[in-house]
């Protein structure tokens, strides 16, 4: 099984730095630990969903806090393998802020891994539509969608695009190594 094993997450957007294209929380303490647990990975699952649950019990939470905070548990609960509860928790996320492109983007990663690749690819359509701040992940999943229904020529455009976005990405660049371009001849 192929499918992106890092996830996007999104919380108030204030940029670290360029380079590094991360993104830091700003609200409650719990809040900001469920943002880096689900950063961090597998590793602090079970304490960053604690920290998640605990955040969203809290009223005074800005609607995006809100969806950006279920995204993260969301993450956290794709690495604990609680698939469909993390896609609950993403779907509880677009209906809190339906233009969040990251909500979009890791649901379509939820339904990839599910198999469910028509929806997955409406999902990372969806994302690159809303302008998903890591575009590269967007396309490569999408590409694997594409590419497990057969559809080669728009999976390829799209791992070319991811590579485009992130070069030197590996991820794209061994995926591109199957394809054969071969060209046709023009009857003419």
């Not at 057969?150 to 991811?162: K, N, T, V």
Request: charged content about 25%.
């Amino acid at each position: 099984m192929r499918f992106l094993i890092s996830l996007a997450a999104l919380t108030i957007m204030v940029p670290a730095s360029a380079a590094a294209q991360s993104t830091v929380i700003i609200g409650t303490s719990q809040a900001r630990g469920c943002y880096e647990a689900a950063l961090g990975g597998a590793s602090g699952a079970a304490t960053g969903l604690a920290r998640c649950e605990a955040a969203l019990s809290e009223r005074m939470m800005s609607q995006r806090d809100r969806a950006a905070t279920e995204v993260n548990m969301g993450i956290l609960l794709m690495q604990a393998g609680r698939t469909d509860e993390a896609l609950a928790a993403y779907d509880r996320a677009i209906r809190i802020l339906p233009g969040l492109g990251e909500a979009w983007l890791n649901r379509g990663i939820a339904r990839l891994g599910q198999r469910e690749y028509a929806a997955a690819e409406a999902d990372f359509t969806r994302s690159l539509e809303l302008n998903v701040r890591e575009a590269h992940k967007a396309y490569f999943n999408r590409a694997l969608s594409l590419d497990a229904r057969e559809r080669y020529s728009e999976a390829y455009a799209d791992f070319q695009q991811a590579l485009e976005l992130a070069p030197g990405w590996a991820l794209p660049l061994r995926e591109l190594e199957r394809y054969e371009v071969v060209r046709t001849p023009v009857n003419g």
